[in-house]
């Protein structure tokens, strides 16, 4: 069933009318990519949020050349906050492989730990935004300040969408006797893209608030 | 086939319209010209664009009506068509943006000799600043501002001291003057605008725009503001008058320096500080 | 398919066999609720989202009304200057955000796009029916700030700070604006939703033979509207949520410091210019959102009644995606003398003028697929010839504002207001007319009535022309836009009291055919005359339907399989005007697509 696709220009420039073209059309799938409908809608999603976050930085980096900036002191919790989602990844790929090879015992064990992860994240983040209150750094002092909640509260909020899916994944192999392999493996593949965005994200944002 | 009919009478009605209207602008009173011979460049151009499109399309609907023993044509495209009409039309689009970009360009380059102004925008009414005898206008920061210095001048700027301060709604120029309106905000965003100079700019807060203009014309204008500003928008009105030099100068000699503002609100203090400043230069 | 050669299939089977694309479980309703509320089948979504901008679209008419009424007649109904604010706001954005865009993309979007492309339902019908709800949420949230202390925000469309959050401006001290900017977020949020359907429907889910070149054009417009929206209306978002904490949280992201009825505020430093560039970034794309479904529709509208197929098929697409890869490097003409940096003004205003050529192009070919046609004029043509008299007249008068040295004395004055009436109010508007007149037949399986419908065009047409093509008139004469009442002071040559009275009396006569048209539309879809199956002799699929109107799952056990582009209309040597996309080679034997 494999065909070859034609590059988007050659799509374009196709004459419908044209009887070889025609010929040539009867057979189309229908298809433009050879990609599952849930991977697909997942980049979708992957690039709205990106964009979001790009003009977000678009106007960080405009807001910053006024002298009214402050940098921000980056608290020890934030560093270790990091490498808890840096880990998650890393169990991720696990997950991933497990389920390749049909060990669901084994990704469910490590989704849990995942999730697991996950709370103490957002716990972590949520005690440097109290750290951050107490010393004085108001949400309306420096812009710094104003771009730095702005930004851990989005990715959080992402965070805690991903959580939603990672609930979803979880129930397809709780109950390991009854599992769907086709849907698990599916679903198990686009909960660990999309914790991985979630920690390129956060590199961004981190490595960004960190060097400015 | 009242629909070619309607075709006709709005194409038509359109250009008869264009015509009799008496609703055109006022005569221009600055050198900006060439925006209004802009405009009637493009009329004409695009004036001629849309009676062809429509005389065109009405002689279609009348001759391809339907009749049920008749078939279309079936030409799905016709490349040498298509890229002539694409063609003419780049060259259409070029002869419009050739001149506006032309008198854009003057319009953001200020000449050497204009002298300056400033005008200052609140909700909602205006305010207005000469430079004074130095020539220069002192520098400004929102933070000043209070009852005894509502322009928010830096006292230590040696120039401030001599700026003219206008706080009314009515402004005199000079006739023939190229004028450069450095255009400030306190609030919120305004827009001075005169229909007869043509020019606008919006004034910011934050930031200091300008725009220039040479008036060629001696009256009275009326200001609008052009950018909203909230619910008194509509009434933010004020007049311009294009003076020669000598009602100008008795126009100027009845307003206060910001000296004399400080002056009569018993400051001597912060003028003397004003005034070591200016020495130290 | 690569493997069995289209001689072998057509030889060995007659026809191409169907193929079941993206096997999907198709949802069943099961209870009313699940069938007419949290309806997951997208035709039913469509109409909802229809109804649901219609309704909130009829608040933003009459705010018009009222407009009109205060702009001609000051005093005869009773309004102050923060009434009339709050009025334009809320008509300017309900009418952009919440009509057009939910109307072309949610309405037209998912009810055509899954019959035009050969599926049985949009790929993700769940998240298409939250997406919905979402949107109904936006719009009960816009609503609800009528009912707030202080009143709906009175921002102007365009919310600029830092008016839009400051006491000066009605709602924007209070919960007016914060429930705008909420409705907005949300509403983002909710097309999101849709948009991943509409995108990923039309790469994935088209029935077998379907290339992309074989789509009809609506299907072009409103995907290409889609992908505009989808990088769009994050700036839209992102913007609103800068502008929320600025408002709430006391941040200074488009705040300078400002002193406000001599109270200095706590804010410093922020840019209000950045606002109106995510703005904008987002708001001239909007205007192509709302514009390229109404495009591509009008395409398909005057082929299937001119008989002829669209002129220019494929220069016609490429126009649309210029168009819309173009509209997202133009924004800034909204801002000539916004006070950004004027050497701006010289990048801008190229790019908004290369824009034009395509534009033109489109319109060439919409008036020569009239020509050498066999026009039929049926109402749906009536809307189309409308729409391309009005658009070409908006069209022509956005090479005045897009030329930067011509803006600057027209910006902010009512020859603004005309043209984006024109181009992106009535325009858009008159093809969604002409389009519930020939779509109807299939949603319903009855005709609209023709003679009201006669009148309704002729009132429509002939008033909204009358109302927007004298104001450009006031605009030259520098008119400003958004004024609660204009003082005839000197500014002006010559009285406009008079050309008001005339356009707000238009306005009020348009507005009133409107109601003509609902009332048609309620009485047609129990009374009309019956319609049959493709009453227009239309090829795409749309009409291909089991049932008309088509039931859940749109087609026949098996899907169908498309052996032609959408647009073989007259072809030489065939039987009939019109041979269907799903009609086999075979079953055409003669005809000129089919000799080699
Ligand atoms: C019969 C139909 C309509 C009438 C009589 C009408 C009338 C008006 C009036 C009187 C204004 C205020 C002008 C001012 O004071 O500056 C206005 C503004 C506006 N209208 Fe309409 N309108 C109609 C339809 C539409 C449609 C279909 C759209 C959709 C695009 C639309 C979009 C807008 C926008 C965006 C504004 C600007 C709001 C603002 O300044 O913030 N209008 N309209
Ligand atoms: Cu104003
Ligand atoms: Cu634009």
């Given at each position: 069933m494999e065909t070859k696709k034609d590059s988007i220009i050659d799509q374009l420039t196709?004459?419908?009318?044209d009887p070889a073209q025609v010929k040539i059309d009867n057979s189309h799938e229908g298809k433009t990519f050879n990609l599952h409908v849930g991977k697909l809608g997942l980049r979708y999603l992957m690039i709205v949020s990106t964009i979001m976050f790009c003009l977000f930085i678009v106007t960080y980096g405009d807001r910053m050349i006024y002298d009214d900036w402050v940098k921000m002191p980056e608290p020890f919790l934030l560093w270790i906050n990091t490498f808890i989602l840096f880990v998650s990844s890393i169990i991720f790929i696990r997950i991933q492989i497990a389920s390749k090879k049909n060990q669901f015992k084994k990704a469910k064990r490590d989704l849990i730990l995942v999730g697991f992860l996950a709370l103490v994240f957002l716990i972590g983040q949520f005690l440097v935004w109290q750290n951050m209150v107490d010393k004085g750094y108001y949400v309306y002092g420096s812009p710094a300040n104003a771009y730095f909640y702005l930004f851990t509260a989005l990715h959080g909020l992402h965070l805690l969408g991903g959580l939603v899916y990672w609930v979803m994944t979880i129930r397809k192999v709780w109950n390991i006797n009854d599992i769907d392999i086709r849907k698990a493996k599916h679903t198990i593949e686009l909960c660990s893209i999309y914790w991985h965005f979630l920690l390129a994200v956060w590199i961004v944002l981190f490595g960004l608030m960190l060097f400015t | 086939m009242f629909v070619v009919l309607l075709v006709l009478i709005v194409i038509l009605g359109s250009v008869v319209f264009h015509m009799v209207s008496p609703w055109w602008w006022s005569e221009i009173a600055s050198n900006w010209v060439g925006m209004d011979d802009t405009i009637i460049l493009t009329f004409w151009i695009t004036g001629a664009v849309f009676v062809a499109i429509g005389l065109f399309m009405a002689y279609c609907i009348w001759k391809f009506r339907y009749d049920k023993d008749k078939k279309a044509e079936y030409e799905p495209e016709n490349s040498k068509l298509e890229w002539t009409l694409t063609i003419l039309t780049t060259i259409g689009v070029i002869a419009l943006l050739a001149p506006g970009l032309i008198v854009w360009n003057n319009f953001v380059t200020v000449p050497k000799g204009a002298y300056e102004i400033e005008v200052v925008g609140q909700q909602w009414g205006w305010m207005y600043r000469l430079p004074g005898k130095d020539g220069v206008l002192g520098t400004t920061s929102i933070k000043n501002i209070d009852d005894d210095n509502p322009f928010g001048l830096n006292t230590d700027d040696p120039y401030s001291l001599d700026d003219v301060l206008v706080d009314a709604d009515d402004l005199h120029i000079l006739l023939d003057r190229p004028l450069k309106l450095n255009l400030r905000a306190l609030d919120v965003l305004h827009d001075f605008y005169v229909p007869q100079f043509r020019a606008k700019m919006d004034m910011v807060p934050g930031t200091i725009t300008y725009y220039w203009f040479t008036p060629i014309k001696t009256g009275e204008y009326e200001i609008l503001c052009a950018e909203y500003c909230g619910t008194g928008h509509y009434a933010m009105l004020g007049y311009v008058y294009v003076d020669e030099q000598k009602e100008y100068d008795e126009w100027v000699d009845e307003q206060m320096t910001f000296e004399e503002v400080l002056a009569s609100n018993g400051k001597s203090d912060l003028i003397k500080i004003a005034l070591n400043k200016k020495n130290d230069l | 398919m690569a493997a069995d050669s289209y001689e072998d299939v057509v030889k060995n089977k007659e026809s191409i066999p169907a193929l079941e694309v993206a096997?999907?479980?198709l949802y069943h309703a099961k209870s009313f609720w699940t069938k007419y509320i949290f309806c997951q089948d997208a035709k039913v979504i469509g109409i909802q989202y229809g109804l649901t901008a219609v309704a909130i679209g009829l608040v933003g008419l009459v705010s018009s009304w009222l407009m009109r009424m205060q702009i001609a007649f000051p005093g005869l109904i009773p309004m102050d200057a923060a009434q009339y604010y709050q009025l334009v706001t809320m008509h300017g954005m309900i009418m952009v955000v919440y009509l057009l865009t939910a109307l072309f993309l949610g309405g037209f979007g998912n009810y055509l796009i899954p019959l035009m492309v050969g599926a049985r339902d949009m790929v993700f019908p769940y998240v298409n029916m939250v997406s919905f709800w979402v949107f109904f949420l936006a719009v009960i949230i816009l609503a609800s700030s009528y009912f707030v202390p202080g009143g709906p925000t009175g921002a102007g469309w365009t919310l600029y700070p830092p008016q839009a959050i400051t006491s000066g401006t009605p709602g924007g001290d209070g919960l007016g604006i914060v429930l705008m900017l909420v409705s907005l977020a949300v509403f983002v949020i909710g097309f999101t939703m849709g948009g991943l359907n509409y995108v990923i429907t039309v790469l994935q889910?088209?029935?077998?033979?379907?290339?992309l070149m074989r789509l009809p054009l609506t299907v072009w417009g409103i995907f290409t509207a889609t992908v505009l929206a989808l990088f769009a209306f994050p700036a839209l978002f992102v913007a609103g949520i800068m502008m929320t904490l600025d408002n709430m949280l006391g941040t200074s992201f488009f705040m300078p410091a400002i002193i406000q009825f001599g109270e200095k505020l706590t804010h410093e430093g922020g840019s209000p210019i950045l606002f109106q560039h995510l703005f904008w970034f987002f708001g001239h794309p909007e205007v192509y959102i709302v514009a390229l479904p109404a495009f591509g529709i009008v395409s398909d509208l005057i082929s299937v009644h001119a008989r002829k197929n669209i002129f220019g098929y494929r220069m016609m697409v490429w126009a649309i995606v210029i168009i819309g890869g173009l509209s997202f490097v133009v924004w800034a003409h909204h801002m000539y003398v916004a006070g950004m940096n004027p050497w701006f003004g010289f990048f801008f205003a190229t790019t908004t003028l290369i824009i034009a050529v395509p534009t033109a192009i489109k319109v060439y070919n919409w008036v020569l697929t009239l020509w050498r046609g066999n026009i039929k004029l049926t109402l749906p043509m009536l809307f189309s010839i409308a729409f391309i008299i009005t658009f070409v007249n908006g069209g022509l008068t956005g090479l005045f504002l897009g030329n930067v040295a011509v803006d600057v004395p027209l910006s902010d004055t009512y020859f603004v207001v005309a043209h984006f009436h024109m181009v992106m109010g009535i325009a858009p508007v008159l093809v969604i007319l002409g389009s519930v007149y020939h779509w109807f037949p299939l949603i319903t399986g009855r005709f609209l009535n023709e003679r009201l419908g006669k009148i309704h065009f002729w009132v429509t047409f002939i008033g909204s022309y009358s109302i927007y093509f004298p104001m450009h008139y006031l605009g030259f004469m520098g008119v400003t836009r958004r004024y609660f009442e204009v003082f005839?002071?000197?500014?002006?040559?010559?009285?406009?009291t008079g050309i008001n009275q005339f356009i707000t009396v238009a306005a009020l006569v348009t507005g009133a055919a409107q109601f003509l048209f609902i009332y048609n539309i309620i009485v047609s879809s129990k009374f009309g005359k019956k319609a049959g199956k493709n009453p227009w002799k239309a090829c795409s699929l749309e009409w291909r339907t089991k049932d008309v109107p088509p039931t859940?799952?749109?087609?026949?056990?098996e899907l169908p399989v498309v052996y032609r582009w959408a647009y073989d209309y007259s072809v030489p040597g065939a039987d009939e005007d019109y041979i269907t996309q799903?009609?086999?080679p075979s079953a055409v034997a003669n005809a000129r697509a089919e000799q080699t």
């Open positions: 196709q004459k419908p009318w | - | 096997p999907q479980d889910a088209r029935t077998r033979g379907m290339t005839e002071g000197e500014a002006f040559t010559y009285s406009i859940h799952g749109n087609f026949d056990k799903d009609t086999p």
